[in-house]
C-alpha cells in the first residue's frame, strides 16, 4: 500500500525521478498521488491530485515545477480520509515550508491532534498523516535542524509508519523513518534515492540498503547517515538488486499481468536454479541453519494471507506426505490473536511475495518471541519478513507488478517443495530413489507451464462466452482443493463477480444447492493415474451437478478419457504426479480470470480497492 520516492542530486531532475519512481510504485494500489520539491531558488513547490498518476501528469503539465535537486513524492491508497486532493500527499506544514509524506497508519493521531488544536494550530485534511506534518512543523520551528526534529516526533507516534520529509531551509537534505513499514535506500553517484521498495529508483542505481525497524536515515548527494530513533549511529548492509528496470515493464504485453502470467516457466525456474545438484535438494539460506536444528522439528506451522496461503496449503500435502512433520497453515492476522501453542520443537513459516504483508509480520515476530523458529519464503530482497526470520528461501521470480499475484504463486510452491524435499532428506523420510524422482518431477514443471500456457487462446474464447455470469463455483480435492480457492480469488479480484471455492467431498453437505441450470462450474480433477482412490470420485461429483444443469469446465490431464461424457469443456493439462498438479492446473483458472475481465473492459493490473502490499493490519 502506498508508494513512497524521495531523491537528492546534484542536478535539476527531482521531478523526473519522482514521477518515475511513482510510475513504478502503480502496483502498490493507490487513489491519489502527489510529489513536493525544492526549486533552484529554494522554494518548495507541492502538487498533489486524487486519481490516477495521470491526473498529476496533468496537473503538472498545466502548472508546471521549477525544476529542482530535492524532492519526495507518494502515491496514496485511502485509511483516514477519503481519495481526495485535500488528502492526498504530501501535507505541508511550518508555513509551507515543510512537506511530509506517509505510508501507514498513526495509531495515537487522535490525541496528538488534540494537543495541536488546542495550541491553535489548524488542519485542512481528515489524515493522521497532517498531524504528523504539523507536529515535525512545530517541533523544527522550536529546534531549527530538520533531523533533530524528526528525531522528536517519531518517539511520539504510534502504529506503522514509513515517513519522508524535506525543509525548503534545508536544501538538498531528506529524512525518513520507519516502523513496521518498508523503506530502503538507493545509493547513486553524487546522488541518492529512498523508496518503498528498489522499483522507486531501479532505473538509476541497482545498489541498495533496507532500512531497519525504528531507525531513521539521512540523505545528502553525498552521503547517507542511518541511526536509531535515539540518533546512535547504525551500520547498514549494501546489497546488489538482482533485475533491472526492464524487468518492471510490460515488454510489448498488454497488461504486466500477461506478462507475469507467461514469465512462470521461468520464475519457477530460477526458483529452482543452483537448488539441485546431483538430484539432491541443496538450499545456501538453510546452510547456517543446520540439518540438526530441522531435524528436531516436531510441527510446523505456515502463515500467510491470500494467494500467499494456498500455496501453504499445497505445500501441506507435500511436506507432511514426504517429511512425515505434521503441518497447520493459518492465516497470519487470526494466527496470533488467539493464543496459539507454540513451542521450540515449532517452525514458523511464512510467505509473502513482498516480504513487508504486515499481518504476516507481526505474526513472525510473535512466534520468535514465543520461541520459535521461523524460516520466510520471499521474493524480495533486504525485505523486512527476511530479516525478522532465522533464515530465508528466496524465490527467484523477478519483480511483480500485477496486484493479482500469479508467477510468485508457482514460484513459492516451488520454493516450499524444495524445502519439504530438502526437510524429507534431512529427516530421512524418503530414500534416494524417491528424492530423485520428485526432484526430476520438480525439474520438468517448467517446461510443462510453458505447455499449460498454449491454452491460452481457448481459454480466452471461454472467457468472451462467459462475461455474463454473475458467479462462478470451483470444485477440487487434495491439492486440487487450495488451487480451486484460488481460481475464485482470482476470479474475485479481477472481474469482480461472486466465486467460491469448494472442497468436492463437501458438495453434498450443502454447495450443492448452489447448483441451478447454466451455473458454471470448474472442476479440478486428480490424475486417475496417482490418484485412483480420488478420480472416480470427482467424476462422481461432475455427474452430479451436470444432472442439475450445470455447465462444467473441467480441468484434467492429457488422456483422461472418463470425464468427457460429463464435461461442457475440458481443459487438458500435461501429466504430472498428483502432488506437482497444481503448479498446472493453476495457469488456466489465472488465464481465465485474466480475459473474462480484460473481455469486461477492467484493469486487470490494478483491481479496485485492492493493493499489492498490505503494509497495514
Same mark, same amino acid.
Given at each position: 500500500?502506498?508508494?513512497?520516492?524521495?531523491?537528492?542530486?546534484?542536478?535539476?531532475?527531482?521531478?523526473?525521478?519522482?514521477?518515475?519512481? *511513482?510510475?513504478?510504485? +502503480? /502496483?502498490?494500489?493507490?487513489?491519489?498521488? $502527489?510529489? !513536493?520539491?525544492?526549486?533552484?531558488?529554494?522554494? &518548495?513547490?507541492?502538487?498533489?491530485?486524487?486519481?490516477?498518476?495521470?491526473?498529476?501528469?496533468?496537473?503538472?503539465?498545466?502548472?508546471?515545477?521549477?525544476?529542482?535537486?530535492t524532492g519526495i513524492g507518494h502515491t496514496r491508497w485511502a485509511t483516514h480520509g477519503g481519495p481526495t486532493d485535500e488528502n492526498a500527499h504530501p501535507h505541508l506544514a511550518d508555513n509551507g515550508k515543510l512537506?511530509?509524506?506517509?505510508?501507514?497508519?498513526?495509531?495515537?493521531?487522535?490525541?496528538?491532534?488534540?494537543?495541536?488544536?488546542?495550541?491553535?494550530?489548524?488542519?485542512?485534511?481528515?489524515?493522521?498523516?497532517?498531524?504528523?506534518?504539523? *507536529?515535525?512543523?512545530? +517541533? /523544527?520551528?522550536?529546534?531549527?535542524?530538520? $533531523?533533530? !526534529?524528526?528525531?522528536?516526533?517519531?518517539?511520539? &507516534?504510534?502504529?506503522?509508519?514509513?515517513?519522508l520529509a524535506l525543509h525548503q531551509d534545508q536544501p538538498g537534505v531528506v529524512?525518513?523513518?520507519?516502523?513496521?513499514?518498508?523503506?530502503?535506500?538507493?545509493?547513486?553517484?553524487?546522488?541518492?534515492?529512498?523508496?518503498?521498495?528498489v522499483a522507486a529508483f531501479i532505473e538509476y542505481t541497482r545498489r541498495a540498503v533496507a532500512i531497519g525497524q525504528d531507525q531513521i536515515v539521512t540523505i545528502t548527494p553525498d552521503s547517507v547517515t542511518v541511526t536509531d530513533f535515539f540518533g546512535a549511529p547504525v551500520e547498514v548492509e549494501e546489497f546488489d538488486v538482482a533485475w533491472d528496470a526492464s524487468a518492471s515493464d510490460k515488454g510489448g504485453w498488454s497488461s504486466f499481468m500477461a506478462k507475469e502470467v507467461s514469465e512462470q516457466p521461468d520464475a519457477v525456474a530460477n526458483t529452482l536454479r543452483g537448488r539441485i545438484v546431483d538430484g539432491v535438494v541443496v538450499i545456501p539460506e538453510l546452510a547456517e541453519f543446520g540439518d540438526e536444528a530441522l531435524a528436531r522439528i516436531r510441527r510446523i506451522v505456515i502463515i500467510a494471507c491470500g494467494t500467499a496461503a494456498y500455496a501453504g496449503q499445497v505445500a501441506k500435502y507435500a511436506i507432511e506426505k514426504w517429511a512425515k512433520v505434521p503441518v497447520d497453515v493459518e492465516l497470519s492476522h487470526e494466527f496470533r490473536y488467539r493464543d496459539p501453542v507454540i513451542e521450540n520443537d515449532t517452525l514458523v513459516v511464512s510467505i509473502s511475495q513482498s516480504g513487508e504483508?504486515?499481518?504476516?509480520?507481526?505474526?513472525?515476530k510473535y512466534a520468535r518471541e514465543a520461541g520459535a523458529v521461523a524460516i520466510s519464503i520471499c521474493n524480495t530482497q533486504g525485505a523486512t519478513i527476511p530479516r525478522e526470520s532465522n533464515a530465508v528461501i528466496y524465490t527467484h521470480a523477478g519483480p511483480e507488478v500485477a496486484v493479482a499475484s500469479t508467477k510468485a504463486f508457482v514460484a513459492q510452491i516451488a520454493a516450499l517443495y524444495l524445502f519439504a524435499l530438502h526437510l524429507a532428506r534431512v529427516r530421512g523420510t524418503l530414500g534416494s530413489a524417491e528424492l530423485l524422482e520428485h526432484t526430476a518431477e520438480l525439474q520438468a514443471i517448467p517446461e510443462k507451464i510453458a505447455?499449460?500456457?498454449?491454452?491460452?487462446?481457448?481459454?480466452?474464447?471461454?472467457?468472451?462466452?462467459?462475461?455474463?455470469?454473475?458467479?462462478?463455483?470451483?470444485?477440487?480435492?487434495?491439492?486440487?482443493f487450495p488451487i480451486a480457492l484460488e481460481g475464485a480469488l482470482k476470479l474475485k479480484e479481477l472481474a469482480y463477480i461472486h466465486a467460491e471455492g469448494f472442497a468436492a467431498g463437501e458438495l453434498k453437505h450443502g454447495p450443492i444447492a448452489l447448483i441451478e441450470p447454466g451455473q458454471p462450474v470448474f472442476v479440478v480433477v486428480?490424475?486417475?493415474?496417482?490418484?485412483?482412490?480420488?478420480?472416480?470420485?470427482?467424476?462422481?461429483?461432475?455427474?452430479?451437478?451436470?444432472?442439475?444443469?450445470?455447465?462444467?469446465?473441467?480441468?484434467?490431464?492429457?488422456?483422461?478419457?472418463?470425464?468427457?461424457?460429463?464435461?461442457?469443456?475440458?481443459?487438458?493439462?500435461?501429466?504430472?504426479?498428483?502432488?506437482?498438479?497444481?503448479?498446472?492446473a493453476v495457469v488456466p483458472l489465472q488465464l481465465f480470470a485474466m480475459e473474462l475481465a480484460t473481455a469486461k473492459g477492467l484493469d486487470v493490473d490494478q483491481p479496485r480497492n485492492l493493493a499489492k502490499s498490505v503494509t497495514v493490519e
Open positions: 500500500m502506498c508508494g513512497i520516492v524521495g531523491y537528492v542530486g546534484g542536478t535539476n531532475k527531482a521531478v523526473e525521478v519522482l514521477m518515475g519512481g *511513482l510510475r513504478r510504485l +502503480e /502496483y502498490r494500489g493507490y487513489d491519489s498521488a $502527489g510529489i !513536493a520539491v525544492i526549486d533552484e531558488e529554494g522554494v &518548495l513547490n507541492s502538487v498533489k491530485r486524487a486519481g490516477k498518476l495521470a491526473m498529476l501528469s496533468d496537473e503538472l503539465k498545466r502548472h508546471p515545477v521549477n525544476a529542482g535537486r512537506a511530509l509524506i506517509h505510508n501507514g497508519i498513526i495509531e495515537n493521531f487522535g490525541p496528538l491532534k488534540a494537543e495541536l488544536l488546542a495550541e491553535g494550530y489548524t488542519f485542512e485534511s481528515e489524515t493522521d498523516t497532517e498531524v504528523a506534518a504539523v *507536529l515535525l512543523g512545530r +517541533e /523544527y520551528q522550536r529546534v531549527g535542524d530538520l $533531523g533533530e !526534529a524528526f528525531r522528536s516526533v517519531v518517539a511520539r &507516534l504510534d502504529g506503522a509508519f514509513t515517513l529524512v525518513g523513518a520507519r516502523r513496521n513499514s518498508p523503506l530502503v535506500i538507493g545509493l547513486g553517484d553524487g546522488e541518492n534515492f529512498l523508496g518503498s521498495d504483508t504486515m499481518d504476516t509480520l507481526m505474526a513472525v505447455t499449460t500456457l498454449l491454452q491460452g487462446d481457448a481459454v480466452r474464447q471461454l472467457a468472451t462466452w462467459m462475461t455474463d455470469s454473475r458467479a462462478v463455483l470451483f470444485l477440487g480435492r487434495h491439492v486440487g486428480p490424475s486417475p493415474r496417482g490418484s485412483a482412490h480420488l478420480h472416480p470420485k470427482v467424476v462422481s461429483n461432475i455427474q452430479e451437478i451436470r444432472a442439475r444443469g450445470a455447465r462444467v469446465i473441467v480441468i484434467a490431464e492429457q488422456g483422461d478419457a472418463a470425464v468427457l461424457p460429463f464435461a461442457d469443456t475440458v481443459i487438458h493439462i500435461p501429466l504430472a504426479a498428483p502432488l506437482f498438479e497444481p503448479l498446472l
